[in-house]
T-cell receptor, first 116, second 112 residues
Framework: DSGVTQTPKHLITATGQRVTLRCSPR?????VYWYQQSLDQGLQFLIQ???????AKGNILERFSAQQFPDLHSELNLSSLELGDSALYFC???????????????FGEGSRLTVL | QKEVEQDPGPLSVPEGAIVSLNCTYS??????FMWYRQYSRKGPELLMY????GNKEDGRFTAQVDKSSKYISLFIRDSQPSDSATYLC????????????FGQGTRLTINP
């Protein structure tokens, strides 16, 4: 168990809808990362928050947004969903913001989104 | 062309075999090289971490980095059925974990 909690584990919805994925990082970890994993694209970095502030952006669509709350949990909002958004969405946390040496990434078990 | 290329497999070998997993990359700025292991229906977990070129050994696992060839490898000796998983290489430059780029992952099955 990595200590990172993600809900829901599975989600099935229709095109055009909006969903919210939730992540609770490991106790003490200030940094939260969101990744998308699909069969054809692999694991793609979406966005990172550190202590409530956006720190880095990756290949995140404009239809997607995220935030980190004062209690450090994070939410990823996906709107106007398309079939191609079906994927596993992972949250990861680490202690520090950018250092690999002091902070490996700890991944949750993912939220599987299916858009029909 | 992707920054990191990894053969997705699947790769199937008998128990006890030596397994070699590889990635190539194009970005010469990469300095940190990692291997993550992902079991079915689980998130990836860090297996090995190497900075710059060289070898690193941890039990049955050896990670090698050849920056001149832009090529990294993970060797698993005396492979066990419990090693069956997807192995993802990941790498980053000075920005550290913020800009980790993952390979597509190689699905490995060790047959008893």
């Amino acid at each position: 168990d990595s200590g990172v909690t993600q809900t829901p584990k599975h989600l099935i919805t229709a095109t055009g809808q909006r969903v919210t994925l939730r992540c609770s990082p490991r106790s003490g970890d200030l940094s939260v990362y969101w990744y998308q994993q699909s069969l054809d694209q692999g694991l793609q970095f979406l966005i990172q928050y550190y202590n409530g502030e956006e720190r880095a952006k990756g290949n995140i669509l404009e239809r997607f947004s995220a935030q980190q709350f004062p209690d450090l949990h994070s939410e990823l909002n996906l709107s106007s969903l398309e079939l191609g958004d079906s994927a596993l969405y992972f949250c990861a946390s680490s202690v520090s913001s950018g250092s690999i040496i002091s902070g490996e990434l700890f991944f949750g078990e993912g939220s599987r989104l299916t858009v029909l | 062309q992707k920054e990191v290329e990894q053969d997705p497999g699947p790769l199937s070998v008998p128990e006890g075999a030596i397994v070699s997993l590889n990635c190539t990359y194009s970005n010469s700025a990469f300095q940190y090289f990692m291997w993550y292991r992902q079991y079915s229906r689980k998130g990836p977990e860090l297996l090995m971490y190497t900075y710059s070129s060289g070898n690193k050994e941890d039990g049955r696992f050896t990670a090698q980095v050849d920056k001149s060839s832009k090529y990294i490898s993970l060797f698993i000796r005396d492979s066990q059925p419990s090693d069956s998983a997807t192995y993802l290489c990941a790498m980053s430059g000075n920005q550290g974990a913020q800009k980790l780029v993952f390979g597509q992952g190689t699905r490995l099955t060790i047959n008893p």
